[in-house]
Structure formats: C-alpha cells, structure tokens
C-alpha cells in the first residue's frame, strides 16, 4: 500500500499517540487504509529511537514487528560501518529490513541486498531510494539460492535468522538461517572478509569453535545493554582470536577493551582480601567475552572474589570500561550491621554477584525499595557474604 496525502495526513497528525487507542478509533478512510496508517505510526515510534535517521526521513515505510524487532539499530550499524574498509562491492545476504544495508552500503561503489521476502524486498527498493542510496540493488532470492552463483564481492554481511518456524528464539549456530557451518567455505570462497551479527545469547567458545576462521570477535554493547556479536570471518585464520568488547553510548562516546582470546586463561588472577576505597562494575560486553581475570593483570584491581566480577582498588583506575562507584562501608546482613548501615536508606540501586538471595529477595528483606543515588552491591567477598555500600561517580 502506499503513502496516499490522506493517511501521510492522519500520519503526521496521530503519530505521537498511543496505537492501541488509535486502533480502536474509526477513521475517515477504509479500514485497510487505517490499519495501514496505525501500523505506519507504531513502525515510526519505534524507529525515533532506535533508528532516528530513518524516522527523520518522512517517505520511509516501515515493515512487520518481528523485522523491527531484530534490525540493527542506528548506533549499531555506524559502528560497523566504521569497520568497513572502503570499496568496490558489497553484498548483504541476509538483508531483512535493511537497516545495516542503509550504512554498511554507503562504504561501496556498489551494494546487493539480499533477501526472500518479497514484500521486505519492495519496501527497501522504496526506502533506500528515500534514504538517498546509490549504486545498490535488492534481489528478492534466498541465500541459498543465490550465493552459489553469486561473483565475488570485496565484503559480504550476514545477519541469520535467530528464530525457528514456530516463533521461538535460538541461539546456536546450527539453529540459526542460514547455517554458517554448512556454507563457511562458500562464503570464504566469494570474500576474503566475511562479517556475520549474532545474538548476544550465543556461546562464544561454541560458536568459535565452530567457525573456525574467526579472526576478530566484536561484543557490542549500547548504553551498557549486550546487543551484539560480530564475528569477522577471513580466509587466513588466527592463530589466537582477537575479542573486542565495545560500548557505544548516544552521546557518540565508545568504550574500548582488547585482549586475545588465549590472554584470559593465561592471565594470573589477583584476588582481594577486603574491599578498597573504589569498586569497579565490568561493561556487559566485557562480562559476555568472559574477561574476568584479565582485568587484574590490564589494571592494578583485584577481584573480590573468583566468581564475583567486581573490582577493587585503593587508589582510582581511569579509564576503566565499566562504570566506578566510591565505597562507603561493607558490611554483613547482620541486624546490628544492617541498621548501622541502612537505617535511613528507604532507596536504592541493588545488583546481587555471587550471593545468595535474588534482588527481589534482598529488597524484601532489607525492605528498601528501587531508585535514588545509593548503590549496594551484595556479594563475596574472599569467603565472606557482604552488603557493599557506595556512590556512584560520574563518567567525565
């Protein structure tokens, strides 16, 4: 269906309203026209936020929910383009609603998007010409189907299907669409550099394991959220894989951390007899590539514990990828202890490591509800279980 100046008109006046209400609403054009126009209105919502640069563009035409679901967004996708090295082609295999295509493409002279749904094959003709793309072309084809004749193209992308036929999510490589193990060789064969997103659910060793040609591995967080992984396929392997854990934040800023996969066994891990004056969280990126005891050979930390993962330090560590808290006291969940230490608190941010009750457990007990500026970490430290009590401080 396309944007006629009636519903563009109902569009612009509604789209800040809630969908629910509007779709209870009669309104002055044929009912597929207001269905049409409401599923307009929740596709642009979403995008606002999390592809604000497509929702700045009036034309564009949003899809079904389960492609806004799993697209990229916009913070995302400049990040891998910043990956690419600039070029003659690029081929997007997997190419759903489009949204990596619209930044990776724009690293290329010419682009292929790639995708069996016709209908999400119409809709991206439309919105990269909106988007003011050039040199690209969708094929509406499978994967399958296509990568065997395709020619050989300086980057191809993949983004597999992270869901079965009945709806359900997976999370395996084997269970993913298409099956990379199966079409390693092919895809190798027509690129020298493969890129392939995955869910943030996935195995790492598994998965690296069995791709076997994984020369870089990025972990991506946004705003400290595990969103992706990106794995950088290449003809010549590795000899020790390199991990990136990356945060991006909205205001532009990216945190950074390195290390080679064979660094974090190797590592010797420093362990703290009492708490410091400073505790230090991990990103979520680093705490899914599993780097736990590197960080006390990278820093002067210790950990408070083996399976703690949280830092210490007497002295502040700068530029730490995760965020820093000031120590106040620490202490048992002894009577006494608790209420020389929480008798005014009524409020406050609670995370629970290697302890034994659940946040929801802890609150109830502690009877202190959610929000305010005071911090409490319960968890253990050497072999003793303790409240941690701190303030925040502020990143620069």
């Excluded at 295509?101 to 439309?126: D, G, I, T, W």
């Excluded at 991506?220 to 003809?235: A, P």
């Excluded at 390195?258 to 891990?269: C, G, H, T, V």
């Amino acid at each position: 269906m396309k944007l006629t100046e009636e519903i563009r008109a109902y569009i612009q006046l509604h789209r800040e309203e809630d969908v629910r209400s509007l779709a209870l609403k009669r309104g002055s054009f044929p009912p597929e026209h207001h269905q049409f126009a409401i599923h307009q209105i929740s596709g642009w919502q979403t995008a606002k936020e999390k592809v604000p640069s497509w929702a700045a563009t009036e034309e564009v035409l949003y899809p079904v929910h389960l492609s806004l679901e799993q697209c990229s967004s916009e913070l995302t996708a400049q990040f891998k383009a910043s990956l690419m090295v600039q070029g003659e082609s690029f081929a997007d295999l997997t190419g759903g609603m489009g949204v990596d295509f619209s930044f990776l493409s724009r690293q290329f002279k010419k682009s292929l998007y790639v995708e069996q749904n016709p209908e999400l094959c119409e809709l991206a003709e439309h919105n990269f010409k909106e988007l003011q793309l050039s040199g690209f072309q969708v094929l509406n084809t499978t994967f399958e189907q296509f990568l065997p004749q395709m020619s050989p193209v300086d980057v191809v992308y993949l983004d597999p299907a992270r869901r079965d036929s009945a709806g359900r999510k997976v999370v395996s490589i084997s269970d993913c669409s298409p099956n990379l193990c199966d079409w390693k060789n092919q895809l190798l064969a027509k690129s020298h550099d493969v890129w392939v997103k995955y869910s943030p659910m996935l195995d790492i060793s598994l998965a690296v394991n069995e791709l076997e040609d994984v020369s870089e591995l990025f972990v991506i967080s946004v705003q400290n959220e595990c969103k992706e992984l990106l794995f950088h396929l290449t003809r010549e392997r590795s000899d020790d894989l390199q991990i990136i854990c990356v945060d991006l934040k909205k205001s532009g800023e990216r945190s950074f951390f390195k290390f080679a996969k064979s660094e974090e066994p190797n590592s010797p891990l420093h362990l703290a007899e009492t708490v410091g004056r400073y505790l230090y969280e991990p990103n979520s990126s680093l705490m899914k590539a599993g780097a736990f005891k590197i960080l006390t050979e990278k820093f002067p930390l210790k950990k408070l514990a083996v399976s703690s993962h949280l830092y210490t330090s007497d002295e502040k560590v700068e530029d730490f990828p995760g965020r820093c808290f000031e120590v106040e006291a620490d202490f048992s969940l002894s009577k006494n202890e608790v209420k020389e230490h929480l008798s005014d608190c009524v409020k406050a941010n609670m995370s629970v490591r290697n302890f034994p009750m659940s946040v929801e457990q802890l609150r109830k007990k502690l009877k202190i509800a959610d929000g305010g500026d005071v911090y409490l970490f319960a968890t253990t430290i050497g072999e003793k279980k303790k409240i941690v009590k701190c303030k925040k401080i502020e990143e620069k």
